[in-house]
């Protein structure tokens, strides 16, 4: 009779755990949710991409101003070449793979009731004014840095097309 009170005891705080990390999983949900964070991802992701486009572009139009006369079946090629490399630069992350590492790695030192009241400030109407600053920052911020670093980027890459002039005396 031991062993059956033992195993029905251990069965229960076996499922007990596992109720609850369902239940906190589903906190999870909710809390992305409502803080806007797939929505967030989304819009960082569409910034990002568009300026890599830009930039790319950009990029490869001085590379083959630099190049001299190109036949146009080659540039076109090379055109072909640029366009496989952008859209594997833009499908690199998706949103969803983007929203399962922060889910993984956020609230690992919160408890459920912690969550729980994090949702409900969310939910409140001070919290929904928090989410809408949030997003809006989050946009200028993304806009802010990708363009600084594409200023960043074309500086360093004059200074490299300077370096290797000067190394192979062009």
Do not use: H
Request: with cysteine; charged share 25%; hydrophobic share 45%.
């Amino acid at each position: 009779m031991r062993p059956a009170v033992v195993l029905t005891l251990l069965s229960a705080v076996v499922f007990a755990a596992a109720a609850n990390a369902q239940t906190r999983q589903e906190l999870m949900v909710e809390l992305v949710r409502v803080q806007g964070l797939q929505e967030i991802f989304d819009e960082t992701l569409e910034q990002s991409k568009a300026a890599a486009q830009q930039y790319g572009r950009e990029m490869f139009s001085q590379m083959l101003a630099g190049a001299g006369d190109i036949e146009p079946t080659k540039r076109e090629r090379l055109e072909a070449v640029l366009q496989r490399f952008l859209d594997r630069c833009a499908a690199m992350w998706k949103s969803d793979e983007l929203l399962a590492l922060w889910t993984k790695s956020y609230g690992t030192d919160l408890n459920d009731a912690d969550l729980k009241q994090m949702l409900a400030y969310y939910k409140s109407p001070i919290g929904a004014k928090d989410v809408a600053a949030a997003k809006l920052a989050t946009r200028a911020f993304v806009a802010a840095s990708n363009a600084e670093g594409q200023r960043r980027m074309q500086a360093s890459l004059q200074l490299l097309v300077s370096d290797i002039k000067a190394e192979t005396g062009q």
